[in-house]
């Protein structure tokens, strides 16, 4: 499973740059003589980065399992600081040779043509000024988790994590849901001046990075840095529109039957998750040891492989499950280029939540092994728009076998609404978080409270009126704050969006024929980012289409499938 090394030594522990510098100088400095001495350099430059990323994402795992360790944040420091800015000058001086050497016009165009378009926007946008911001930025970044991580509540003499006060919000008893709700915004509001003050600097600290790259703003550097090659800024603005006027009005009929069923005159924020003929809240599995002993169940039935995926990470403890104090907040798949196993993060309860987070993960996993063979590091990495289609469309395809966490029918159902309804329902908070950054980059200058009147606004345009959140106005003009990515990954969530209506086509084709849609789905994650997105979803079947008219026929689909529940 493990790649075979070729170039770095296999006992390498880096404990300076200089156990690292080596290796870049013999790749800086060796001659490329034959198109064979060019692919067996590319081979080796491709397993460096592998090494690299691999030692810098087993940092992060380990100082996001446990934030309050100071020494594992010192080793991802180490990292950041000591290590990636001389990778990084380094990586310009070798895509450079790469791209300029002669031999490179006599390899297959094809197969090479996303990776040699990748590197050639990296050398477009490289600065050397640029490097200790970025080193400066990583740090900045990880605090979020820091803050996070730390915030807990105390409810019935039980201090807990914000995921768990969670599934309080779920209870049939609304005085519980509303002392609950209260706890956890004003839990998370106690912090609000430290956050902005955060964002505030990263903003700062972003937008010289675009100046310095020669962009007005940094949403028109990110969205040249996150190589986004196949749709323009102005179709970014289309789909904010197409969500409004083909999904805000589902979410609308949605609302308006919980508030029926309810009974209430009013529908507060804290009556968004009970369920609506006040049944106890679902509870799918008790820990992270059942969680991943039943996914592996039910990934067996979409395709044995898969399940034996799963098996391989819970046998070389790939995985970390459970909510915790001191745990970042979130999950994540991180994919490992040299070991070819990847790892979950999550902070799971026990709640229905949960459980499509680790199918969403469990998606992402399958996508690492089965791109696990391409020989390029160029070719693993994947653009969000095809990594997040193979998760969401996990979620949907695996509902169909649900069964093994549900015995009732009638759980069962319910469970599948919850989740289609959030399927739906996350389509506008994407476009709110993704407009949201467009303001705040458009005016870098902006202070706190104009980035809550900013927040405001969008938040009201995509939000559904008929949620009242009169009294609890401080906690909604902050809501952005729990949003890791505007803080960790600026820009990285739009991808979201486009790839929630590629799994529901996937979906809808596995509706109609099961074995061809797995297929195609499979055909097209072993793609990695070896050719185009667009060829990529055409692969596994479906468009790259995020327009009004589409969008609107997907809704159809969904809503047909919420009628059915």
């Not at 820009?491 to 529901?504: D, K, N």
């Amino acid at each position: 499973m493990k790649t075979k090394r070729n170039f770095i030594k296999n006992d390498i522990i880096i404990k300076s740059k200089d156990d690292i510098i080596p290796y870049l100088e013999d790749l800086k400095n060796r001659p490329i003589n034959s198109v064979e001495d060019l692919k067996k350099w590319w081979a080796d430059k491709s397993e460096t980065e592998a090494f690299l990323e691999e030692d810098a994402a087993w940092r992060y795992i380990k100082m996001s399992c446990n934030t309050a360790d100071k020494k594992l944040a010192e080793s991802f420091n180490f990292f950041v600081t000591e290590i990636e800015p001389v990778v990084s000058e380094y990586s310009d001086v070798l895509d450079r040779k790469l791209i300029n050497n002669e031999f490179l016009k006599e390899l297959d165009a094809k197969k090479y043509e996303i990776a040699i378009k990748k590197i050639k926007r990296s050398i477009e946008l490289f600065r050397k000024e640029n490097i200790d911001l970025f080193s400066e930025l990583q740090q900045k970044e990880r605090e979020f988790g820091t803050i996070s991580g730390a915030m807990t509540v105390t409810y019935k003499g039980e201090e807990m994590t914000l995921q768990k006060a969670g599934n309080f919000l779920k209870d049939i008893n609304r005085d519980v849901r509303k002392e609950v709700f209260e706890l956890i915004q004003e839990r998370r509001f106690k912090d609000n001046e430290k956050l902005d003050a955060l964002l505030s600097e990263l903003i700062q600290k972003r937008h010289k990075v675009a100046q310095n790259a020669d962009f007005d703003n940094y949403r028109d550097y990110m969205h040249s840095a996150l190589k986004r090659f196949d749709y323009t800024i102005d179709d970014c603005i289309s789909f904010h529109n197409s969500i409004k006027s083909e999904v805000l009005p589902i979410i609308d009929k949605i609302n308006l039957e919980r508030k029926a069923k309810l009974g209430y005159d009013v529908l507060k924020p804290y009556d968004t998750s009970v369920d609506v003929d006040l049944k106890p809240a679902l509870k799918p599995f008790k820990d992270g040891d059942e969680l991943i002993d039943k996914a592996i169940e039910v990934f067996t039935k979409v395709r044995p492989k898969y399940g034996e995926y799963l098996k391989i990470m819970k046998e070389n403890s790939f995985l970390d499950l459970n909510s915790r104090k001191g745990k970042a907040p979130g999950g994540y798949n991180y994919p490992l280029y040299e070991s070819n196993i990847p790892f979950i993060f999550m902070n799971a309860t026990g709640n229905q939540r949960d459980l499509e987070t680790m199918m969403h993960e469990g998606g992402h996993a399958i996508h690492s092994f089965l791109s696990s063979d391409l020989e390029l590091v160029d070719f693993k990495e994947l653009p969000s728009e095809v990594a997040e289609l193979a998760s969401m469309s996990m979620e949907l395809i695996s509902s169909e076998y649900w069964d093994v966490f549900y015995s009732d029918n009638e759980d069962l159902k319910r469970a599948k609404r919850t989740h289609l309804e959030g399927v739906l329902s996350v389509l506008p908070w994407i476009a709110t978080v993704d407009k949201f950054q467009h303001q705040l980059y458009l005016n870098p200058d902006h202070n706190a409270e104009e980035r809550k009147e900013i927040w405001t606004k969008i938040a009201k345009e995509f939000g559904s009126d008929i949620i009242d959140w009169s009294g609890y106005e401080k906690y909604y003009s902050v809501m952005w704050q729990r949003q890791m990515h505007i803080f960790e990954v600026p820009f990285y969530y739009i991808e979201y969006g486009i790839a929630q209506l590629g799994a529901i086509a996937i979906w809808r084709n596995f509706k109609n024929n099961p074995q061809k849609a797995l297929d195609d789905y499979e055909n097209a994650l072993k793609l990695g980012y070896s050719v185009s997105i667009p060829e990529i979803y055409k692969t596994a079947g479906i468009e790259f289409n995020f327009s009004k008219e589409y969008i609107s026929e997907l809704m159809d689909f969904v809503k047909t499938e919420l009628d059915k529940l």
